[in-house]
């Protein structure tokens, strides 16, 4: 009899993939898509030229996404992985774009160097890997979810920037779609239960269209195919500073990267080892060194993906490879691109609420999985590092005799989490890497997938 296949390589028929795979994108699609956006307005560039961005950083994202779910050699984690543009490279890119003669392309010198050091330092992350068990991989992704629901309050109130946020109407449609997911979880089975998010995010695009909220003024002007080519922007140029830089906010993608795919091991079932980090870390040091070449930026795997997944609970790699096709798609035809960006973000807004709090309940099941009572200190750990993640969501400005360049850590609350959960349980625990696989499989079986 031939061997069962793992839920993690089932291959679904191809209309499956293609709708849960259009699912994955539209829910990191207004994330990748923003970045082009910040940074093409902080530089002032051309309308043409911001629509070439966008174009290249999904089709970038595309090549990130299936070298990670498919796995190329060593390059990799072959698991349901979605890439995108890492939030934390937004604030540093900014500063670059303010330094006098840096530019795009000095921006771009430092994603490749980026990229570059990540390929570097990948090998290594093995003999760092025991300290991060439960306790702190547990606290990282309950904190993930935690921040990540910041973004989808923003989203449900029509976009921090909107002029009108939180007014009654983007709070009725993020409603709406909120509470059509809701009822198709609850009431639907097999595949239309599966696709609950695509379902009400659906619903929502078809209320504001009828309401006249979605602007398709332009789509007129975009042409059905655009090639993407590397260096559309020329040649990069490399400074100290930015170099610098980026090496920082790539030591930062690598600690959120490293308990995303540890939450991706416990919720799917597969166990996740040093190895299987190691080849996915190298993955998003090839896909940053990707995004310098076409002109992009820095990608990471998303974790708002993670939560779909845990939403879904469609563990399938290949799902989100036809997803990174789908990416590849959108960065050659913009039209279609065009209309995905035209969603607006109230309705984004409905699913972020379900998906953002699955990985915080994900971190949450994991920590149920330590045990207290054999190493009491724990609570510190867990106690501690939340405080200190919270303390840029509450007090945003508490860190602000800080250097600028010091913004990438003390702005963020994950990154805080992780540096506080990885000292104190450093300082009051002596974990062995056997028992770090120890607490891989409990914290498995405490998500309830073995």
């Known amino acids: 009899m031939a061997e069962p296949v793992h839920p993690v390589d089932e291959v679904l028929p191809a209309p499956r993939l293609f709708a849960l795979g259009l699912q994955h994108v539209l829910v990191m699609y207004a ?31 595309g090549i990130a996404t299936l070298v990670q779910t498919i796995g190329f050699g060593p390059f990799g984690i072959r698991l349901p992985v979605i890439m995108g543009v890492t939030a934390v490279s937004i604030s540093p890119m900014l500063a670059m774009a303010a330094m006098p003669g840096v530019g795009l392309n000095g921006i771009y010198g430092a994603v490749i ?10 090998p290594f992350v093995k003999y760092v890997l025991r300290f991060f068990p439960a306790v702190v991989t547990g606290t990282i992704i309950t904190m993930i979810g935690v921040v ?25 449609v ?44 332009g789509i007129q002007d975009e042409p059905w195919l655009r090639i993407v080519l590397p260096l559309q922007f ?8 930015p170099c610098l830089t980026m090496c920082l906010v790539m030591t930062i993608v690598f600690i959120e990267a490293t308990g995303m795919f540890l939450a991706l091991g416990a919720m799917t079932g597969r166990t996740v080892g040093p190895e299987d980090i190691k080849r996915g870390l190298r993955a998003d040091a090839l896909g940053t060194l990707i995004g310098g070449l076409f002109n992009t930026f820095p990608y ?3 974790s708002q993906n993670i939560g779909l997944v845990g939403v879904t609970n ?37 699913a972020g ?19 207290y009572a054999k190493a009491p200190h724990n609570t510190i750990v867990v106690a501690i590092a939340i405080g200190f993640g919270l303390i840029p969501i509450v007090s945003p400005n508490f860190f602000r005799i800080f250097p600028a360049e010091l913004k990438p850590i003390f702005g963020d609350g994950i990154i805080l989490t992780s540096i506080a959960a990885v000292l104190l349980n450093a300082y009051f625990n002596r974990t062995t890497e056997d028992e770090v696989n120890e607490d891989a499989v409990l914290a498995a079986q405490g998500a309830g997938h073995i």
Do not use: E
Request: proline share 3%.
């Open 31 to 61: 994330n990748a898509v923003a970045v082009p956006l910040i940074l093409g307005a902080a530089l002032k560039l051309p309308k043409d030229q911001i629509a070439m961005l966008i174009n290249a950083d999904l089709f970038a994202c």
């Open 113 to 122: 160097v980026g990229g570059l050091f990540g390929l570097c330092v990948a």
């Open 148 to 172: 990540l629901m910041r973004v989808g309050v923003n989203w449900a109130g029509g976009g921090a920037a909107a002029a009108d946020f939180g007014a009654g109407g983007y709070l009725a």
């Open 174 to 217: 993020a409603g709406l779609v909120l509470a059509v997911i809701l009822l198709i979880i609850r009431f639907g089975t097999g595949f239309l239960a599966n696709m609950a998010v695509l379902l009400g995010v659906t619903a929502g695009y078809l209320v504001t269209i009828a309401l006249g909220w979605t602007d398709f003024s």
């Open 234 to 241: 020329g040649f990069p140029t490399f400074y100290l500073i």
């Open 300 to 302: 990471v795997s998303y």
């Open 314 to 350: 469609v563990y399938s790699r290949w799902v989100c490879a036809a997803g990174g096709v789908i990416m590849l798609a959108l960065g050659l035809v913009p039209k279609l691109a065009f209309i995905v960006a035209s969603v607006p973000q109230c309705v984004l807004g409905g």
């Open 353 to 371: 609420f379900i998906m953002f709090g699955m990985v915080a309940a994900t971190g949450i099941k994991i920590l149920k999985s330590v045990d």
